[in-house]
């Protein structure tokens, strides 16, 4: 660990520097899904460490998540991380904040669909903010030399023999159905501020109304709500 002393006018403090590292990633399977594999090397200027593993069902996304799981795991103390991955999917979910707003959405990417490996980005968002973590990407098979050692990591362990469930895959929670309806004092679905119930003033224009519907102060979104909707009686027709 680096030292730093930083004299001010009237007082001297001892501050620590975060230790910089780089952790090399990949993952894959044979076919996807299927067999997969993981591997990791974790490089700083005093040590080199390298870990692999690999399961009986799973796919190549989850494999590229998991293998930067464990190569954050492999600190003991908040870092400053450059973690290299050939995963496009797994660099643009951290760096441009998908998977942050995957979360903040509750997982859900629309009224019927939700992101997949909610249970893989569950545990890396933490890490990520234990650690300083910059996620680069990298050509796969383009002779990055730990990279390829990365890629040789995961392979061979894919082929070892017994390999343990991928739980997370082989168990996943039933995700079908509709995202439950939003309740007031829970978050907007677009900027997370909670939402309230506004009580509607509005004269009736068609043959119902919403009595009340839910309404963002921040970003302003209204949500109508179908258990508000009432009915208005027509008069009876002359003809």
Request: hydrophobic share 30%; glycine share 6%.
């Amino acid at each position: 660990m680096k030292w730093l002393l930083r004299i001010y006018m009237n007082d001297t403090r001892i501050v620590t520097e975060q230790p910089s590292v780089e952790i090399y990633t990949d993952g894959g399977c044979e076919p996807n899904p299927g067999p997969g594999g993981y591997g990791v090397v974790l490089l700083h200027p005093r040590k080199r460490a390298e870990t692999s593993g690999g399961f009986r069902l799973t796919t190549n996304n989850r494999m590229e998540i998991f293998a930067a799981i464990k190569g954050l795991e492999l600190l003991k103390q908040p870092c400053k991380v450059t973690l290299y991955s050939d995963s496009q999917y797994l660099v643009d979910a951290i760096m441009k904040g998908w998977a942050v707003a995957w979360k903040k959405k509750d997982w859900w990417l629309n009224n019927k669909e939700r992101a997949k490996n909610i249970d893989l980005w569950q545990k890396l968002l933490p890490l990520c903010e234990t650690h300083q973590v910059e996620f680069r990407w990298v050509k796969g098979h383009a002779g990055i030399l730990e990279n390829e050692w990365c890629d040789q990591l995961s392979m061979a362990a894919l082929h070892q023999p017994n390999l343990p469930a991928d739980e997370g895959y082989e168990n996943k929670p039933e995700t079908e159905g509709e995202r439950p309806k939003l309740q007031a004092g829970e978050p907007c679905r677009k900027c997370s501020t909670p939402v309230i119930k506004q009580t509607s003033r509005k004269k009736p224009k068609h043959d119902f109304y919403y009595e009340y519907y839910l309404w963002c102060p921040k970003c302003q979104t209204t949500y109508m709500v179908e258990e508000a909707k009432r009915f208005v009686e027509q008069p009876p027709s002359l003809f």
